[in-house]
């Protein structure tokens, strides 16, 4: 399986986006999902996660109380709501399932695997 991430691109600092977060012939609702991000010269971070049946969020500190994560079962798609951007949350940001569903850690990006190819998010300042 393999995860697609989109809606990044170009903001102002304090705008929003909405990433995307898809994969074919695979429900969604039916696993946890985390969202990572990387920027330049940065080991990749760990952004957000949500359950199986969207049953329990986790989120960074440093994006906790802007960034929303949520699943939507009939689009079979989960949402990264990204608010108040910053511009240190430029980044390349993936999504992904973890390696053992029965057995990970939100938010560290080694329980994960399935990354896809990542969608660029750029704030200005």
């Known amino acids: 399986v393999q995860l697609q991430a989109s809606g990044g691109g170009l903001v102002h600092a304090g705008g929003s986006l909405r990433l995307s977060c898809k994969a074919s012939h695979f429900t969604l609702d039916y696993y946890p999902i985390g969202w990572f991000r990387q920027a330049p010269g940065n080991e990749r971070e760990g952004v957000s996660c949500i359950g199986p049946y969207a049953t329990g969020t986790t989120y960074a500190d440093s994006v906790r109380g802007r960034f929303t994560i949520s699943k939507d079962k009939v689009e079979n798609t989960v949402y990264l709501q990204m608010d108040d951007l910053k511009p240190e949350d430029t980044a390349v940001y993936y999504c992904?399932?973890?390696?053992?569903?029965?057995?990970?850690?939100?938010?560290?990006?080694?329980?994960?695997?399935?990354w896809g190819q990542g969608t660029q998010v750029t704030v200005s300042s």
């Open positions: 992904a399932l973890p390696k053992d569903m029965t057995s990970y850690m939100c938010l560290h990006p080694g329980d994960f695997a399935s």
